[in-house]
């Protein structure tokens, strides 16, 4: 599997739902998505872009870790509050973040993300 598009009526997938899917380079969020759960994309490699929906609140903790092949993370609307630290981390390659349209400089590097660099406003549609 090297795409994946996930259901408009899905609110939250479940946790390590993509876990160690290596070969997955693409997948497409719903807008209604609230919940990126524990593990939802460990280790998922070859992913190169997400985009967080804007309804998303939480991002679990490791949801994208060692995601090494990941180079761009934009947020349709705030930045949502990962669980832990880590929600990002090992997602080495990450050169861009935005919140909306304008680049989010503060999560440098993203996968270091932190509660405290949460926007406090939307930015985007």
Known sequence: ??????GTNITDIGSAAFEH??????????????????????LCTALKTVTIPKGVTNVGGAAFYG????????????????????AFSFATTCQERKVGTRPLATLQPLCGIRRSLRP??????
């Open 1 to 6: 599997m090297t795409s994946i598009t996930i």
């Open 21 to 42: 899917c290596y070969s997955l380079t693409n997948v497409t969020l719903p807008d209604n998505l609230v919940i990126i759960p524990v593990h939802a994309f460990y």
């Open 67 to 86: 995601c090494s092949g990941l180079t761009r993370v934009y947020f349709k609307g705030d930045a949502p509050n990962p669980d832990y630290g880590n």
């Open 120 to 125: 406090t406003t939307s930015l985007g549609s």
